[in-house]
């Protein structure tokens, strides 16, 4: 855990900078609030090592909590559901008492009128240096998070569109992302929510959604689309891009449910 312990060591103000750093610096009780330029010196797409890998980390774990708590209060309240949602999410990464604090601190934050969403992001897509499957995981938490009272308001997806279009990604890149999670989450309830119970065609439909392909796909393009999803959420794959090592659980429960949906299309498939 070498980003967080240089993170409240204190010195990893020079290092992260920006938005970023100012967030995580008024947090902590730290001054991270140094300019961009900062980060600039300190590596890029073409010097990548150590440092800039603990960076990453941690402007991903700041953003991640800050931006799930705008997402949350962008229907205008944040609900118990969506308080859960996070609990969960700190509980999963198993962090301490400390790293809980500073989630929740940034949490709350993004809660705020004012909080500066386009610039959070635009240093985020700069630290993540157009590693596609590390903003991808990111835009896969936050609609979690603004899913998780059981419906997507209208002002919630205007968030969320914007966030993605801020990431780079594009509008239909997004809607097909947000089909996956949706279909992840309904599939995830049906799947571990009954144990052993028979598959239903709920439950066959949603494994197709959460792949990304329908029962006229042939059976090559089934299983290129699972090792596509399988290889984009492999959680040591994810950490040398920089997911922070406390996320590794959740990257590993997404590889889980995928890894379900394609068996039970591979089952289905077997039995016609």
Known sequence: MSWWGKVIGGAFGFMLGGPLGALLGATLGH??????????????PQNWGEGDQERVQAA???????????????DGRVTEDEIDLARRTMET???????KRAAIGLFNTGKEDGFPLVDVLEQLRKECHRR?????????????????DGELHPSEQQVLISVAEHLGMSRGQFERLLA?????????????GAAKAPASRESLSEAYQLLG????SSDAEIKKAYRRLMSQHHPDKLVSKGLPEEMMKIATEK??????AYELVRRSRKAT
């Not at 990464?93 to 790293?99: G, I, N, T």
């Not at 996956?180 to 571990?192: D, I, L, N, T």
Request: net charge negative; aromatic share 10%.
């Open 180 to 192: 996956m999670v949706v279909a992840q989450q309904r599939f995830s309830r049906r799947e571990w």
């Open 132 to 148: 596609v499957n590390l903003i991808q995981m990111f835009l896969e938490i936050q609609i979690t998070t603004a899913l998780a």
């Open 93 to 99: 990464m198993q962090l301490d008492e400390e790293q």
């Open 213 to 216: 392909e329908t029962k006229a």
């Open 60 to 74: 991903f774990f700041t953003a991640t909590f800050s931006v799930m708590g705008h997402v949350a209060k962008a």
């Open 31 to 44: 001054g991270f609030d140094k300019g961009l330029s900062g980060v600039e010196q300190l590596g890029g």
């Open 255 to 260: 590889t889980q449910e995928i890894k379900a």
